[in-house]
């Protein structure tokens, strides 16, 4: 029943990934020249992400199946697939965690903001470390952290610090909401929606206080694919 | 439904305690037991037990029941609580008009589904309406409740469309859990991951605020 709409590999969102993974794709031409060949850590990244067409990803959930807690024993690996897209968000939380880094080290922010910037950069710096040890759980390499360039952004002071801070979360957010139907294992999807809410708080709240629409979408949120999210932090990556 | 990789240490704080969806719908049926009453409950077991790819039904159903509760509660908040500021105002009116989208989703897709869709429930909102400080207090509780439901369901669901669209209203009620503390002067979040819940404790923290 509804193959085309149940959980697997290969279809939904996942179409984009694997537009991106043929070799003689036009798209994939297009985001390689997109990534820009300074920008190491990101393209490395990706194109990892892109890349990983070697082996096919595992089942994906079995419609309807039986409870089978032991077809995986402990420590094996999980699908490429899956480490893939946790590279890609642990990509994503490795710009967070660095921005509000540099941002608390500038002292450029103060006063209350500087209370919320605090709290979400422990927050990503905790996002950080566990995507980090599940990739290797799964049995993938977890990617180096990007070299950002965030100068421009702390030169202009608190205001455009939290308008980035802003644009920065509710990207993260869409970016999780965009993967969140091509994870195959059950607890990455868990992981995943456990971080993904948290992005949702953290962008709500900076829309606050930069006086945005704290629902920018309306009453359901939207997703962003992975070459609209490289697309977007690009400015961030140092070429 | 099976559960691939297990055993992923990293994972540990962050998992839904390595539950299957069988285990998670008649887990949740038998508390709603003490919820709704055994007459409500005999046909939810019954379904979730001959379930074929209709499970996602269920959860749906258990998102609607919420999305009821959340919706009731900002329509009879903005007409019974006195001397609302501006401020709160706005943000109660903006979320009683998400949950009240977020029941007409869920009631369109349980019915493309082939499902029925559940019945508002009866609500009793107690003291909430007391003051503007109850109230942010309680819608507080209701999202932070919300986004927990929808995370420890969401890894349950088996198709990629009804995944995405409880994923684009979890970022919905997150928003909305991020800044009702905002506002209140809490921290936005408890820690750095929204943990799902299973649907007993869902349940169990709804059964307050439904009359019967």
């Known amino acids: 029943m509804k193959n085309s709409s149940t959980r697997e590999p290969g279809d939904g969102e996942h179409a984009a990934l694997d537009r991106l993974a043929r070799e003689d794709g036009d798209s994939r031409a297009q985001f390689l020249k997109m990534a820009g060949a300074g920008a190491a850590g990101a393209l490395a990244i990706f194109v990892a992400a892109c890349g990983g067409d070697d082996e096919p990803s595992g089942g994906g959930e079995p419609s309807g199946g039986e409870p089978s807690g032991g077809d995986k024993p402990s420590g094996s690996k999980g699908s490429q697939g899956d480490i893939d897209i946790v590279n890609y968000a642990l990509t994503l939380e490795f710009l967070e965690a660095d921005f509000y880094q540099q941002v608390l080290d500038s002292g450029e922010v103060t006063g209350p903001p500087a209370e919320v910037a605090m709290l979400i950069a422990e927050t990503e710096q905790a996002h950080v470390e566990a995507l980090m040890a599940t990739v290797t759980d799964l049995g993938g390499t977890p990617v180096e952290a990007p070299q950002t360039n965030f100068e421009d952004v702390l030169a202009g002071g608190q205001e455009m610090i939290l308008q980035t801070a802003a644009t920065v979360e509710n990207l993260g957010a869409a970016a999780y909401l965009g993967q969140a139907g091509n994870i195959e294992s059950m607890d990455v999807l868990a992981a995943a929606l456990s971080i993904h809410s948290i992005e949702a708080r953290h962008a709500a709240v900076l829309n606050q206080v930069v006086g945005k629409p704290i629902v920018p979408d309306g009453a359901f949120a939207k997703p962003a694919t992975m070459e609209e999210v490289l697309m977007a932090v690009k400015p961030f990556i140092k070429a | ?212």
């Open chain 2, 1 to 212: 439904m099976s559960t691939k990789n297990m055993a992923t240490p990293a994972l540990a704080n962050i998992e839904v305690q390595g539950i299957t969806r069988e285990s998670f719908i008649m887990r949740g049926a038998i508390a709603a037991g003490s919820v709704y009453g055994l007459s409500t409950v005999g046909p939810f077991v019954k379904q979730a037990v001959a379930q074929e790819g209709g499970g996602d039904v269920d959860i749906l159903n258990f998102a609607l029941t919420l999305e009821f509760l959340e919706a009731g509660f900002y329509t009879m908040a903005l007409k019974n609580v006195d001397g609302l500021s501006g401020m709160t105002k706005q943000l109660a009116t903006t979320l009683r008009d998400n949950e009240n989208e977020h029941v007409d989703a869920l009631t369109a897709t349980i019915k493309d589904l082939g499902g029925t869709p559940v019945k508002a429930p009866g609500v009793d909102f107690g003291m909430a309406f007391a003051s503007e400080d109850s109230f942010l207090e309680t819608a507080q509780t209701f999202e932070d409740l919300g986004v927990g439901a929808y995370n420890g369901a969401g890894p349950m669901i088996e198709s990629t469309d009804v995944l995405a669209a409880a994923g684009s209203i979890v970022q919905i009620e997150g928003r909305h859990a991020g800044v009702i503390r905002l506002v209140r002067g809490e921290p936005i979040e408890e820690s750095p991951f929204d943990k799902g819940l299973a649907m007993e404790e869902v349940l169990a923290a709804a059964k307050p605020f439904i009359k019967g």
